[in-house]
């Protein structure tokens, strides 16, 4: 198999990674965060909550992987850019990872409300923090996504129709993101969702086509003044 097809299947395995877990994290997760009285809700559903936890972290390491996955082919057709890529999804990653801890840290102090402390202000604290943390990690999702869709459009490494797709629906998700973040819409709301759902949904057709098809093998390279110097292609 050449290196190119291996790049092409392990970037689409990741991409169904990163959706399931970050999925499976918000399931597990739920509406245990909401609510004056949160951490009460927290004290019995500690194990629920460690388990989103978790794979909000495997999230976190998929999603940055994905960035690091493509590089080697992105940077045959703009270096610049497939390394800007890695660097906004290795922040996500980062941020991600942060916003688990804020999980975890909040379960622990629901063991000192489960003891008779007052720490109602502190959980707050910690929550905000948490959630920020999450959208700046989306923030950086979709920027990442957005430089590394420019190439596969430009390039033809995909299908344009797909890459399209796919910077579309981050620019309807950094929409989103910036709404939550800017406090004109809620974490989580049937507006977000929403705005959301594309890219969701072009991330799932998009691994589908990696693992079937791999890269274009025949995709062009970009011209110096438009994307900076490719790097010598070279053949497994």
Known sequence: MRSRDVHATTAGVL?????????????????????????????????????GALFQLIAAFTSAAIAVSLYPV????????????????????VFYALSAVGTLILVRLSDQVAAGASVSASADLIRDLRDSAGTVGVLAFYTGATIYYLVFYRSQLIPRWLSAWGLAGTAL??????LVLFGAIELLSGVQVVLNLPIALQEMVLAV????????STASEPTVAEWGPPLTRQHA
């Open 15 to 51: 991409f169904i990674a990163a959706t399931a877990t970050a999925l499976v994290a918000t399931a597990f997760r739920g509406s245990l965060l909401e609510g004056s009285g949160f951490l009460t809700t927290v004290a019995l559903h500690q194990d629920r909550l460690l388990v």
């Open 74 to 93: 992105l940077r045959q057709h703009a270096a610049a850019m497939a390394l800007g890529a890695v660097g906004f999804r290795l922040i996500e990653g």
């Open 209 to 216: 086509w990696l693992t079937a098809k791999g890269f274009n």
């Open 173 to 178: 998700g950094l929409t989103a993101g910036l």
